[in-house]
């Protein structure tokens, strides 16, 4: 199963992982990257947001792309 929210597309939206601030899928960026989408709660975006930031040069932390929303998450 898939769902679009902005250039965003979730590919495995029937078996998200579980992260530290919320949960994680893979999924395509623009229809033709791949990536790592994590989704989480509007009111703790911004401390989890200072985090990837922060994070822009441990291995796992390739890069950040962007911000998407839909009424509940970022």
Same mark, same amino acid.
């Given at each position: 199963c898939?769902q679009a929210i &902005?250039k $965003?597309?979730l $590919?495995?939206i =029937?078996s998200p992982v579980? #992260?530290r %601030? &919320?949960?994680i %899928?893979? #999924?395509k960026f623009?229809?033709s +990257?791949?990536? @790592?989408i994590?989704?989480v709660?509007?009111? +703790?975006f @911004? !401390? =989890?947001l =200072?985090?990837?930031?922060?994070?822009q040069?441990?291995?796992? !932390?390739?890069r *950040? *792309?962007?911000a998407?929303?839909?009424?509940? %998450? !970022?």
């Amino acid at each position: 199963c898939e769902q679009a929210i &902005g250039k $965003l597309q979730l $590919l495995n939206i =029937d078996s998200p992982v579980t #992260g530290r %601030f &919320g949960v994680i %899928f893979t #999924g395509k960026f623009e229809d033709s +990257i791949n990536v @790592s989408i994590h989704r989480v709660p509007k009111k +703790i975006f @911004s !401390v =989890d947001l =200072d985090v990837i930031r922060n994070a822009q040069t441990h291995p796992n !932390v390739m890069r *950040y *792309y962007c911000a998407e929303q839909d009424p509940d %998450f !970022v």
